[in-house]
């Protein structure tokens, strides 16, 4: 966690920007909840899990105070146990998605909207999830008019290469997150936030904070290899 640390450290200071201003986020799909409770004491306080089915087998063993964030597809059918069992989505994909976490947010009677990100894909492969760039204002535009979810900023999935040719999706990412910040602003959005932008794992996070994200999802880096 340390080197992971001093890596984004230099990776921020090599473009001027703070490196506390990214924060690390462990995914944790298929780690036990004892390499997770390591990682909590080498001071990891968020996490990312990829199922609702995964999540329900650990979190019961996991510290309240930790947050979790769900980084996988959602499945309409799982968004009630979801909001549960997560502090926020980052992988909200369409309006209908979103509209199913307002109604069940809406069964919780919290105080504060849920907190989601938009996921995006920049790199246009078809295999992968998320929305083309092009998509997203125009979705945004339709989840500042939800009560109780508020969009706090992007989540990108690149496909796995050389960081540097990954470069360029990162910068797409980058511009696209600072305009519908502006746009928010000047449309008068109500509850969009641009605050995190949520991009770069083990392969190229180091690229993606010198292109400005400030969540990084790290898991081979903090865990090992995947078994499996
Ligand atoms: C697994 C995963 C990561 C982390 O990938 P690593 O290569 O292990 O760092 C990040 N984001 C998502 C959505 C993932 O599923």
């Known amino acids: 966690m340390e080197h992971v640390r001093e890596r984004i450290a230099r990776a921020a200071e090599r473009v001027g920007r703070a490196p506390d201003e990214v924060r690390v986020l462990a995914a944790t799909k298929g780690r036990s909840v004892a390499e997770i409770l390591e990682a909590i004491r080498a001071g990891i306080d968020l996490i990312g899990e990829n199922t609702v089915q995964e999540a329900l087998a650990k979190f019961e063993f996991l510290p309240e105070a930790l947050?979790?964030?769900?980084i996988g597809t959602l499945q309409l059918n799982k968004v009630?146990?979801?909001v549960r069992l997560f502090h926020g989505v980052e992988s909200v994909n369409s309006l209908e998605l979103a509209r199913a976490i307002d109604r069940e947010v809406a069964k919780l009677r919290r105080a504060e909207p849920y907190p989601v990100l938009v996921e995006v894909n920049p790199a246009?492969?078809?295999t992968k999830r998320g929305l083309p760039p092009e998509a997203v204002e125009p979705l945004m535009e339709e989840l500042s008019r939800l009560e109780r979810v508020r969009v706090e900023g992007l989540m990108a999935m690149v496909p796995y290469d050389d960081p540097q040719r990954l470069r360029p999706h990162f910068r797409l990412m980058r511009e696209l997150f600072d305009s519908l910040g502006r746009e928010a602003r000047r449309r008068g959005w109500k509850n969009?936030?641009?605050?995190w932008l949520s991009m770069g794992t083990s392969n190229d996070f180091e690229v993606a904070v010198e292109e400005g994200a400030n969540l990084v999802r790290l898991g081979t880096v903090l865990f090992g290899p995947r078994k499996g």
Do not use: I, P, S
């Open 192 to 195: 969009v936030e641009m605050r």
């Open 80 to 82: 009630k146990v979801a």
């Open 124 to 126: 246009g492969e078809a």
């Open 67 to 70: 947050e979790k964030h769900m």
